[in-house]
């Protein structure tokens, strides 16, 4: 089964702190994928990217950064965190190839509050 | 321009009855088309997909999904609905034809179901 870990379930942050979210995948997937999801408003895609540092604006980039070192390793960056920020934060991954191909697999989520 | 609509906010439906889903979409090419759930507090599972083949897909829980290519739909559908089954559901939509490393989904905004005992 293909496993997507985030690094915490739940963050309390204060304004202005810079924020790291890290994401894990086991399976060799080739794309990884930042979502923010607020409630009315879906999964809007923050950053993707498609292969070790690459990296592609999504559809709401503004205030987050990105890095991809590692093929397995997805990293989401607040640079500034601002109260606006306060989010369900979703990372996936998904492969090119295989059965599987297309379809994004989820971590479980970070729910991030920012004072 | 491409994009997902998942007509109703929420569906109500009681334990036992049929239930469907409703995703409509628009893309420019062929679509492949995806069906995910979400617990609460949770991340998002895959239920199923359609890229090519048979219009009709089945997969995990039970759940099932047409493929009308003509009404542009792609409907989720479970023969009997159980109290288990309420959570928010999303449909979601890539082109085809997408170019180079465009690998992004195309995502409605949920249609929350309530399975009623």
């Known amino acids: 089964d293909v496993k997507v870990t985030q690094s915490s379930r739940y963050l309390v942050k204060r304004t202005g702190e810079k924020v790291f979210l890290e994401c894990v995948q086991d399976?060799?997937?080739?794309?990884m994928f930042w979502y923010r999801q607020d409630p009315g408003l879906g999964l809007r895609l923050i950053y993707f990217?498609?292969?070790?540092?690459?990296?592609e604006k999504g559809d709401i980039p503004e205030g987050y950064s990105v890095s991809r070192e590692k093929k397995e390793r997805f990293s989401l960056i607040l640079e500034s965190a601002s109260t606006n920020q306060t989010s369900m934060y979703l990372c996936?991954?998904?492969?090119?190839?295989?059965?599987?191909?297309?379809?994004?697999?989820f971590g479980p989520g970070t729910r991030l509050l920012v004072l | 321009a491409q994009s997902v609509a998942q007509p109703e906010d929420q569906v109500n439906v009681a334990e036992g009855n049929p239930l469907t889903v409703k995703c409509t979409y628009s893309?420019?090419?062929?679509?492949?088309l995806f069906w995910y759930v979400q617990y609460p507090n949770r991340g998002l599972q895959f239920l199923l997909k359609?890229?090519?083949?048979d219009n009709l897909v089945k997969g995990s829980y039970g759940f099932e999904a047409e493929f009308n290519k003509s009404q542009t739909s792609f409907h989720l559908k479970k023969p009997s609905a159980l109290v288990s089954d309420s959570a928010l559901y999303f449909c979601?939509?890539?082109?085809?034809?997408?170019?180079?490393?465009?690998?992004?989904?195309?995502w409605g905004l949920g249609t929350s179901l309530a399975v009623n005992p």
């Open positions: 359609y890229i090519t083949g």
């Open positions: 990217s498609y292969d070790v540092k690459m990296k």
């Open positions: 996936a991954s998904s492969s090119y190839s295989g059965r599987s191909r297309e379809t994004q697999y």
């Open positions: 399976m060799d997937h080739e794309n």
């Open positions: 893309v420019s090419g062929n679509p492949y």
């Open positions: 979601a939509v890539r082109d085809a034809g997408g170019a180079g490393n465009n690998r992004k989904l195309i």
